[in-house]
């Protein structure tokens, strides 16, 4: 082989060897961006031991910016509303609490009461639901209401307190948002919503379907009812 000939051989192989390494670097951007969403403020949301996290955490990092405060940071993303006084916490990601319920704000796993708190990249901010009064034992039900892709406006989770010998129906009955049929086993009105012909209620308890004899069921400590509208 002539030196000539050796040259180009050694100059296509490097050329080669370069070609193979940009496209490594540039082939999966997916992975970049992933890398960069990790540096965006962590986020929980907990009642008790359920996770109601959701897709919650992606709409607190799309209103995140530099500098900003944890107020501006929760009402900027739309996951909180706010009473009156502009800093008690009513619902975060569609989820009421009873009365004798309140939400409580860590950041850090350090709890936070100044609103005007900065909120930085690596911080993780957690927002729990507590019972209100100190040294009383937080013992809640959920009653999740999805309307799905026809009623969303319906879909919210209300927090409420378990009481002994709690049935389905009686949560049902005194959530104050439920009317039931005659029978008081049949859910006719969610939030005055009745079921068009070809709508109903489903009912699950910690994901398992409810047949109508399960109204009477017992609930327990931190028990998931949700109800939801589907098509019959």
């Known amino acids: ?24 670097l540039t082939s999966n951007p997916e992975g970049n961006i992933a890398d960069a969403g990790a540096t965006q403020p962590g986020f929980s949301l907990k009642v008790g031991d359920n996770d109601l996290t959701g897709s919650s955490g992606r709409q607190l990092s ?8 944890m107020q501006e940071l929760l009402r900027n993303s739309g996951l909180v509303t706010f009473a009156e006084d502009g800093s008690t916490l009513l619902t975060v990601n569609k989820v009421s609490l009873a009365k004798d319920m309140e ?25 729990s639901a507590k019972a209100a009064a100190q040294n009383t034992p937080f013992q809640p ?15 919210h989770s209300y ?3 378990f009481t002994e010998n709690l049935s389905v129906r ?25 079921p068009l012909t070809n709508e109903g209620w489903k009912l699950k308890l910690n994901d398992k379907t409810l047949l109508d004899s399960g109204i009477d069921m017992k609930l327990r400590i931190q028990d998931e009812l949700e109800l939801s509208l589907v098509l019959r």
């Open 159 to 161: 927090v409420l307190p």
């Open 1 to 24: 082989m002539s030196v000539k000939l050796m040259w180009r051989v050694y100059l296509g192989l490097i050329f080669i060897v370069i070609a193979g390494g940009c496209s490594a």
């Open 141 to 155: 039900v959920i009653l999740t209401v999805n309307g799905g892709s026809e009623q969303p406006a319906l879909t």
């Open 62 to 69: 799309d209103a995140y910016k530099q500098e900003i405060t």
């Open 170 to 194: 009686a949560l049902l009955m005194s959530s104050g948002i439920i009317q039931l049929a005659e029978n008081n086993k049949t859910v006719l009105t969610v939030k005055e919503y009745k």
């Open 103 to 127: 939400w409580e704000i860590q950041l850090n796993d350090k709890v936070i009461t100044d609103l005007n708190t900065r909120v930085k990249l690596e911080d993780k901010m957690v927002i």
